[in-house]
């Protein structure tokens, strides 16, 4: 959190003292209700969106919806007002992360607190859509933690009554965050609760494999994905997602919403059924791994995740499979039509009803799970050929799923892997950027990376989540796949604390938040007659003292100039005076002297000063000397010496 330079009272009762975040439509600042005396959530509409009618009727529509919506899994909303033509709404404080920062510090959840989070969003969301509101814009960032580890669905901000009608969007866009689109949210097609359930799915498969399934160059080309692509199985980024979950997150994932789980209940169902190590409905469903209303394509790329307006896609959704060279792919297609001719022959050979269980056949060559479907007298249905990372020629999934029950002749939905393709890309340069920014834009153009850590900060103070260096470099030609080494400070690393000495109050707190220290609450003052009032004179540890992360570091700050003790300098000559005065700092202006006033002997000297000896006055006053000239011989003459 991020000290404020101005804490400003909200309706003569919430005094700001922090920013959290900023969002798409809003700052979330902590605030003090000074009437109740507790710590509340404020959420700021921006000042150029205040202007905006359909900005305030959909901020105001955030807090109605949550208003009424009493959950435990729920941030309850004590408020919502307008100050001087600002909009904000009072919330519940929430101390805890985001899963957004959850899934940026760790990159992947275990499966069991994968699906415990998931259910706790469930009972959330089923209780919304049984009061009547789609959230219709779930993710991570909107799903809060707290230290408890209780979960926490904020940001009702685009939530729609179901009875009502939206006309908040501008026409032909539709409001949300692509990354997280339902295919007919990205349609602009009518949604309802099984619309956050897809939402929530993408959650689910981004905490078990670290990223979404879905990601491209462009919110519109992501959610073009969500409507015409198929989800990757989560097994093509890791082995260690148990098929039960799996099963799971592609029954949220179906394309067409009557596919789907039909509530946010049945979801958690059969979330709650996984952690106690029940059977899942969704391995009974051939639904529940890959539709029959859509093929299985390759994603690439990464999306965005701010919600905003994103033009609506043409549908229908329907099969969209990624062209390919024939060449490559026929003596496949040749061997596939042999083995089903096959599998089919053994299946007329065979007369009773046997019931058996559904053989493992991932891994294993296409040649080799005919032979085994054949030996169990089962059929190959449909073959999708995927690009992927597993060998060529070898069955990536199956659908029914292994160990589901079969009957002898029933057919079996194959998905074998064409191997992986490779395409040439340009490495960005992520150097300066967070871990989080930089895995973002190397997964846009389809890189891994791989963290390497150094002990030894640069000159420049970065923070610990930032990347010093890269390889290979930015602007780099690679295939498409390859790993990018960057290295960041390893965990622990005292950082020296930067040299923010002339900036003003602010910009010393975001250079210090950035070198991943923190500013202290209170700050010290002292006068100082060269940095101007209000901007940081030093700091508490000094520049570039070593401090671990997260110290607290003192500003001292310019409460404007010093206050100088004025010397005598009646009697003096005016050009000793003068040198007195601009040794303390002061300004001397001489004058002459009424002659009536001087003798012979003063001739030359300052009979009068118009600040008293000893008293104080700011650095750099001027002082005002009358000095006597031109009496008798040796008269110095007027002007300052």
Not at 141 to 152: A, D, P, S
Not at 189 to 216: C, H, K, N, T, W
Not at 588 to 601: E, I, K, R, V
Request: charged content about 15%.
């Amino acid at each position: 959190m991020e000290p404020v330079n101005d804490p400003r009272l909200y309706s003569n009762r919430y005094r700001v003292t922090h920013l959290i975040a900023r969002g798409g439509m809003a700052l979330v600042y902590r605030a003090q209700d000074e009437l109740l005396n507790r710590a509340v959530a404020l959420k700021i509409l921006y000042p150029e969106l205040s202007a905006d009618p359909t900005f305030v009727e959909r901020f105001r529509r955030e807090a109605q919806a949550a208003a009424n919506l009493s959950h435990p899994n729920i941030v309850p909303v004590f408020d919502w007002g307008e100050d001087a033509g600002t909009y904000f709404i009072v919330m519940e404080l929430i101390e805890g992360t985001s899963l957004a920062e959850v899934l940026r510090n760790s990159s992947t959840i275990t499966p069991a607190r994968s699906a415990q989070i998931i259910a706790q969003v469930a009972a959330a969301l089923g209780y919304a859509h049984r009061s009547g509101v789609v959230h219709r814009d779930v993710k991570p960032g909107n799903i809060l933690i707290t230290r408890e580890g209780q979960v926490k669905v904020t940001d009702f901000g685009i939530a729609q009554a179901v009875a009502s009608e939206d006309h908040l969007a501008e026409a032909g866009s539709v409001m949300g965050t692509a990354t997280y689109f339902s295919p007919e949210q990205a349609e602009g097609a009518p949604v309802d609760g099984r619309s956050d359930v897809y939402s929530l799915g993408v959650v689910l498969y981004e905490m078990l494999v670290g990223r979404p399934p879905f990601i491209g160059e462009t919110p519109l080309e992501v959610s073009s994905q969500h409507v015409h692509n198929v989800v990757p199985p989560l097994s093509e980024f890791s082995d260690a997602v148990p098929h039960d979950l799996e099963a799971i997150v592609m029954e949220a994932l179906a394309k067409s919403p009557a596919q789907r789980y039909q509530t946010s209940d049945e979801f958690r169902a059969d979330l709650l059924r996984f952690t106690e190590g029940q059977p899942v409905h969704a391995t009974l469903r051939d639904v529940a791994f890959f539709g029959a209303d859509a093929t299985r394509a390759v994603p690439s790329v990464a999306g965005g995740d701010r919600t905003q307006a994103v033009p609506i896609m043409s549908g229908p959704r329907q099969d969209v499979r990624r062209r390919r060279r024939y060449g490559a792919v026929l003596p496949l297609a040749i061997a596939l039509v042999l083995v089903i001719a096959a599998a089919a022959a053994g299946y007329l050979l065979t007369h009773k009803t046997v019931v058996t269980t559904m053989p493992d056949l991932v891994g294993q060559t296409i040649t080799n799970a005919t032979q085994t479907l054949s030996n169990d007298h089962l059929l190959i249905g449909k073959v999708t050929p995927i690009t992927s990372n597993k060998p060529t020629g070898t069955v990536i999934s199956t659908s029914p799923r292994a160990g589901v029950s079969v009957k002898n002749g029933q057919s079996v939905e194959l998905n074998v892997s064409l191997g992986q393709s490779v395409t040439t890309v340009t490495v960005p340069d992520v150097t300066g950027m967070s871990i989080g920014s930089a895995e973002s834009m190397l997964q846009q153009r389809n890189l891994g990376y791989t963290v390497n850590f150094t002990t030894t900060p640069p000159a420049n103070s970065p923070g610990p989540d930032t990347v010093l260096s890269q390889s290979p470099s930015g602007g780099s030609k690679v295939q498409s796949g390859q790993k990018v080494i960057i290295v960041v400070l390893a965990p622990g690393t005292k950082i020296p604390v930067p040299d923010v000495s002339g900036d003003s109050s602010v910009q010393a707190a975001s250079t210090l938040g950035q070198a991943g220290l923190t500013t202290a609450p209170t700050q010290q003052h002292q006068c100082s007659n060269t940095v101007p009032s209000g901007d940081v004179i030093s700091t508490l540890p000094v520049a570039g003292t070593p401090e671990s992360s997260g110290t607290s570091v003192i500003l001292v700050t310019s409460s404007g100039v010093c206050q100088v003790v004025v010397p005598g300098v009646v009697g003096d000559t005016q050009s000793n005076a003068n040198s007195t005065l601009t040794a303390d700092g002061l300004v001397a202006a001489f004058t002459t002297a009424d002659t009536s006033l001087c003798t012979p002997s003063q001739n030359g000297t300052v009979i009068s000063q118009s600040a008293a000896p000893g008293s104080s006055v700011p650095y750099h006053t001027t002082i005002d000397l009358a000095v006597c000239q031109g009496l008798g011989s040796g008269g110095t003459g007027s002007g300052s010496g």
